[in-house]
């Protein structure tokens, strides 16, 4: 029998009328950027949701401008109606400080006409002392309109109270499932501003899921997305462009590059995309670097391959360019995309699925041992002081993802760099572990006396 799946909730209105922060207190957790900016919000951003025992999925959408000349305006309202279209049930969101606008009765009308379950909150109500801020609200026409404010709690328990009878997992219509039952490839897409990470997005799921515009900094938030080929799923995280804190003016933006870097964190795989006219700046490099130091594998994906001139020699002369100013990741496969165009894109699964797999291996301790005692035949540590030798004794792999191995010696504090580096290499080699970052751990053996 498969698995049940989870009402899909959406929360709808004009730019600042506090979705995020509904959002944020239904997820339990700061997952989307709150401001008093309009406009923070641009794409779909979904989490999963409990109250009470009853589990669904909430989405946040940008805000719904009905009527706009502003091309990203008119795509966050394309990312609005299709979150409309995949949820079961819709919340629209008013502004209670603000009161009833035409683009608030527009919204209404539009909702009304679908055949979904609306419930109209009119936000910002922070006492009974505004209560009469909502009563504009009751010329839209509708049954109930339930006053709440989503940053003090105030009126939020009676509402949740009438939402959650709405969500009965039984009847659920089938929508996308819930992201954390199944373990798939969780691949965060970095890179500087305009360096094409939503157009990418857009075309591994086939639909415009993200909003892609050539303003630089469009994308803010970091964006869950679920793709689906040949019967596998991957878990994409688009994040705002990282700009050098130099450039960094805003406050808004400040957590945006904040955001992108804990995406990182939360990633199995970083997929770095470089400009293929540019191939690696310094802002390239910390980008990866940081990657790197957090054990994350590292696809390097050259975008806008379309826009350079080629000769049978570019990818190469590029591959060796890229491995000069990335030394610490010699390792890391290099592929060559337009995003616009789709060249070479369906590379990325097949690329992250290795890396995956890799990342997930885990090697026997005896096998292990056999391994070691031919590395160190060939090439030994070398001495401690001078006049002691240091000794490796055994090694073991403690965890996956990364693949992290022990090394029990007696000297710990006196295996060089250059060796630990010579251990990683054999190991990556010997056991195909390919582009997935290894971690070495040297220890002292306890339980024995050393000269």
């Not at 400080?97 to 527009?106: A, F, H, N, Y």
């Not at 009469?132 to 939020?156: C, H, P, W």
């Not at 006219?277 to 990657?291: F, M, P, S």
């Not at 060796?320 to 616009?340: G, T, Y």
């Amino acid at each position: 029998m498969g698995r049940k799946q989870k009402k899909v909730v959406a929360l709808v209105g004009r730019p600042n009328v506090g979705k995020s922060t509904l959002f944020n207190r239904l997820a339990g957790s700061r997952k989307a950027i709150v401001d008093d900016t309009p406009g923070l919000t641009r794409d779909r951003n979904y989490a999963d949701a409990t109250i009470d025992d009853k589990s669904f999925v909430i989405v946040d959408t940008g805000g719904f401008e009905p009527r706009t000349d502003d091309d990203v305006l008119a795509q966050m309202r394309t990312q609005t109606m299709v979150a409309v279209e995949q949820a079961n049930v819709i919340i629209f969101m008013g502004d209670g400080q603000v009161g009833l606008t035409p683009s608030d009765k527009e919204i209404v009308r539009i909702l009304q006409k679908t055949d979904k379950k609306v419930f109209y909150v009119v936000n910002k109500i922070d006492s009974e002392k505004s209560e009469s801020n909502y009563v504009d609200f009751f010329q839209l026409g509708v049954e109930s309109i339930y006053a709440m404010s989503a940053k003090t709690r105030y009126g939020l328990r009676d509402f949740l109270d009438v939402l959650i009878a709405e969500i009965d997992p039984d009847l659920a219509d089938p929508v996308q499932e819930t992201l954390s039952e199944v373990v798939i490839p969780r691949v965060a897409v970095v890179g500087r501003p305009n360096v094409g990470k939503s157009t990418l997005i857009n075309l591994l799921v086939g639909e415009e899921r993200l909003v892609a515009n050539p303003t630089p900094g469009t994308t803010r938030d970091s964006i869950d997305t679920i793709v689906k080929r040949n019967g596998k799923e991957y878990l994409f995280i688009d994040t705002a462009g990282i700009r050098r804190r130099a450039r960094i003016t805003d406050r808004v933006e400040t957590y945006s590059v904040q955001k992108a870097f804990r995406s990182i964190d939360r990633a199995d795989v970083a997929l770095v995309m470089l400009d293929a006219e540019e191939i690696v700046t310094d802002q390239d490099a910390r980008i990866a670097g940081y990657a790197h130091d957090k054990c994350r594998c590292v696809v390097l994906a050259l975008n806008k391959w379309d826009t350079i001139k080629k000769d049978p020699k570019t990818f190469d002369s590029c591959v060796s360019e890229i491995r000069r100013c990335l030394k610490f990741l010699d390792f890391a496969p290099v592929v060559s995309i337009s995003a616009l165009h789709g060249t070479r894109c369906v590379k990325v699964f097949d690329l992250i699925d290795d890396i995956f797999e890799k990342f997930r291996k885990r090697v026997s301790t005896a096998t292990l041992n056999k391994f070691l005692e031919t590395v160190l035949a060939q090439h030994p540590p070398g001495m401690f002081h001078r006049s002691k030798k240091v000794k490796i004794y055994y090694v073991t792999q403690g965890r996956i993802a990364p693949p992290v191995f022990t090394f029990f010696c007696n000297y710990p504090e006196a295996i060089h760099f250059s060796y630990r580096r010579f251990l990683e290499n054999r190991l990556r080699e010997y056991f195909d572990f390919g582009g997935s970052p290894l971690k070495l751990v040297f220890k002292k053996r306890v339980g024995k006396t050393y000269d």
